[in-house]
């Protein structure tokens, strides 16, 4: 099936250091891809949706220039988290829409990323 | 009001319990359900997805979608401890629009 393959699935830097995220799309295209944040018990909070080969687009509140997010090839997305801070600390999960890929519907998910920031 | 309503939870049913998931939306634009499963420290796993109305089987899990009530259920026989997790209801415009989450609802499953 349609998988996203996340790394790293866990990372500590230290405050002030940049952190990338990268998502692949493994078997299909991800024209798109969508970032999450999710606080412990918490559900998935969209942080911005990018486009193959355009500007991504930030939800409301969330600073374009701390999370940097590039979408250079159907098959690539990653988010940066630049100058971290400990309330950076935190969840990060991406995905994609299947588009019927090969029968497969719906929105497949990263492994997510727990990123710890000290 | 939330888009999505979804009790938290937790639930805890025995094992073999049928148990039964629900949310409720705001947004009649939403065609498209999908009910997701997630483990802790892991990322969300589709479970069933439907288009519009109607209900949906595969295996022990029963999704159903009442449009008119702004409605959808998850349903799952025979529940076992490895179904204990986090189920995700989500919903979107179309097949490539943002999802909208519920809060989820935390299940266990005891022996």
């Known amino acids: 099936g349609a998988v996203v393959s996340q790394h790293p699935s866990r990372v500590i830097c230290k405050s002030g250091t940049s952190v990338k995220i990268e998502c692949r799309s493994l078997?299909?295209?991800?024209?798109?891809m969508f970032w999450y944040r999710q606080f412990p018990k918490k559900s998935l909070m969209l942080m911005a949706t990018s486009n193959e080969g355009s500007k991504a687009t930030y939800e409301q509140g969330v600073e374009k220039d701390k999370f940097l997010i590039n979408h250079a090839s159907l098959t690539l997305s990653t988010l940066t988290v630049t100058s971290a801070h400990p309330e950076d600390s935190s969840f990060y999960i991406c995905?994609?829409?299947?588009?019927?890929?090969?029968?497969?519907?719906?929105?497949?998910f990263g492994s997510g990323t727990r990123l710890t920031v000290v | 009001q939330k888009e999505v309503e979804q009790d938290p939870g937790p639930l805890s049913v025995p094992e073999g319990a049928i148990v039964s998931l629900n949310c409720t939306y705001s947004n009649s634009a939403f065609q498209y359900f999908m009910w997701y499963r997630q483990y802790s420290r892991k990322g969300p796993e589709l479970l069933m997805y439907t288009y519009s109305s109607g209900n949906k089987e595969d295996g022990r899990f029963t999704a159903q979608v009442d449009k008119s009530s702004k409605y959808i259920s998850l349903f799952i026989r025979d529940s076992q401890p490895s179904d204990s997790a986090t189920y995700l209801c989500?919903?979107?415009?179309?097949?490539?629009?943002?999802?909208?989450f519920g809060t989820g609802t935390r299940l266990q499953v005891t022996l």
């Open positions: 995905s994609a829409p299947l588009l019927g890929t090969d029968s497969n519907y719906g929105y497949t």
């Open positions: 989500a919903m979107s415009v179309g097949t490539a629009s943002k999802l909208t």
């Open positions: 078997d299909f295209q991800a024209t798109t």
